[in-house]
Structures are given as structure tokens and as C-alpha cells.
């Protein structure tokens, strides 16, 4: 058998070096449309997606993950857009749902030519730094909502 989602889903692989250039409105609100329609559990639909196109917003983010990682490295592999993806604490499923969202998202980015790569410790970078207060604040990041995982999403530097 052959389709179109399942050649998506044999063909997209996480991308690591991504050129400068920032990915349109229409391209974003298309990834970000899609990760909203990851099924979840019970219906609830309750993660929270978050895109940073802000430069300097963005650096503080990858600053902070590369310490959590203990790199000085760009743990986005310099994406030039960062999509961060929160579920409530309080829904048993968060983990499981946030984590097909961000699956969603892959499989949408790729479909349209987009690269993306899963980034980890977003539960460490928005958890209990004294930095993840602020960061969590300037995002309205809403409260009982713990970071599931992120993407470095934007136009893939080659094959």
C-alpha cells in the first residue's frame, strides 16, 4: 500500500543543521495547526504550543538548554524557529499527548519541506531553575503545565 502520510512517515528523519533563514507565517501556522489536531487522551487536548521567533528570546532558550545539558553547543542546531510544547501536570496522559503533538508537528513540518529535530530537557529548561520562572512567565506559559519537549523546525542546510 502507498500514500502520502505513510511515504511522510518512511521518508522524514530529524534534521541538524538548518539554514538562517526564518519559515513563513502560512509554514508555521501549518505545523502548528497540525500539532493541535494530535489525537489525545480522553479529548482533552490540553497541551500548549509555543513558538519563539525572537531572536534574542530564542538565544536565552538554547543558552539555557546547552547548560542543562552541560555543552556550550546550540542544542537547536541554530533552527532559526523554536516550537516548545507544555501539557498540564495534572492530566495523567501529558507526557503521552505532548509527545504526539510533537510527532504531529514532525510529520506536518516535513510534509511541506520544513526540517525538524525533538529537543530534549524542556522539562529541566521550564522546571525549577531559577531562570525557568522568568522564561515560563515571558511565554505565558500557564500554571500546573510542565515542558514535554521542543523542535528545532526550519529549512534543512542539505539532504
Not at 522524514?12 to 500539532?35: C, H, M, N, Y
Request: net charge neutral.
Amino acid at each position: 500500500m502507498e500514500n502520502e502520510t505513510l511515504k511522510a512517515i518512511r521518508q522524514r528523519r530529524s534534521v541538524r543543521s538548518f539554514k538562517p533563514d526564518q519559515i513563513t507565517d502560512k509554514e508555521l501556522l501549518t505545523v502548528l495547526e497540525a500539532g493541535t489536531w494530535a489525537p489525545t487522551g480522553m479529548g482533552r487536548q490540553d497541551p500548549v504550543i509555543i513558538a519563539v521567533q525572537n531572536e534574542e528570546l530564542a538565544n536565552e532558550i538554547r543558552q539555557l538548554n546547552a547548560r542543562v545539558m552541560g555543552t556550550k553547543s546550540d542544542p537547536y542546531y541554530g533552527a532559526p524557529t523554536l516550537v516548545l510544547v507544555f501539557s498540564s501536570k495534572n492530566n495523567p496522559n501529558h507526557v503521552k499527548d505532548g509527545s504526539l503533538v510533537l510527532g504531529t508537528m514532525m510529520l506536518a513540518a516535513h510534509s511541506i519541506g520544513l526540517g525538524s529535530c525533538w529537543i530534549n530537557r524542556c522539562e529541566a529548561v521550564f522546571g525549577e531553575l531559577p531562570e525557568s520562572k522568568a522564561l515560563r512567565q515571558r511565554l505565558n506559559v500557564p500554571e500546573g503545565y510542565e515542558g514535554v519537549g521542543s523542535l528545532a523546525l526550519g529549512y534543512p542546510n542539505g539532504e
